[in-house]
């Protein structure tokens, strides 16, 4: 659950099978997002995962995925069988969280269906959102160096 202050969601495109299986964001082992959210805000990815969400909340980030359910076999995005895809009411979301003035997304797969469900809408009905596309922390995108991507969620979540 996200706090009513939150300033930040990140979206995520859709849970990996490792995710729902434990029923945790970003749960596989070799996923970079823990290491990066704990070298940016200070939440230890040692920490039990509620601990660690908390440690999110009280930074004022929420998470959540564009996707609400789609078919797909395995885990990677690019097995998403799109015409299945069934999106997450994202603008009652931002409604109930007025703060919100930055959306990154975890990929290239996010951004692509954040603008294919709510590109326009989100224009006109949410001037003040920032919307940003990051590296994935998929490790399935393994071409990009730890650095680099830390680099880049660095800028993203500056001042948060």
């Known amino acids: 659950m996200a706090r009513v202050d939150a300033r930040v969601l990140i979206l995520g ?25 704990e ?15 908390e ?10 995925d564009v996707l609400q359910s ?17 999106p997450n ?20 797969t996010a951004w692509r269906a954040l603008r294919r469900y709510f590109g326009p809408q989100l224009g006109r009905e949410f001037p003040q959102l920032v919307c940003l596309r990051l590296p994935s922390t998929s490790p399935a995108h393994a071409g990009m160096r730890f650095g680099d991507k830390l680099a880049a969620w660095q800028a993203a979540l500056r001042d948060v």
Do not use: K, T
């Open 13 to 37: 495109s859709m849970p990996g099978a490792a995710s729902l299986a434990a029923r945790e964001y970003y749960a596989h082992p070799h996923n970079q997002f823990w290491p990066i959210i």
């Open 39 to 53: 070298q940016l805000c200070g939440v230890a990815r040692s920490l039990p995962y509620e601990r660690r969400l």
């Open 70 to 86: 789609c078919h797909r076999r395995g885990s990677l995005d690019a097995a998403i069988e799109h015409d299945s895809a069934v």
């Open 89 to 108: 009411d994202l603008p009652q979301w931002l409604r109930e969280h007025p703060r919100v003035v930055r959306l990154c997304c975890n990929g290239g």
């Open 55 to 64: 440690g999110l909340r009280r930074r004022r980030v929420a998470l959540w």
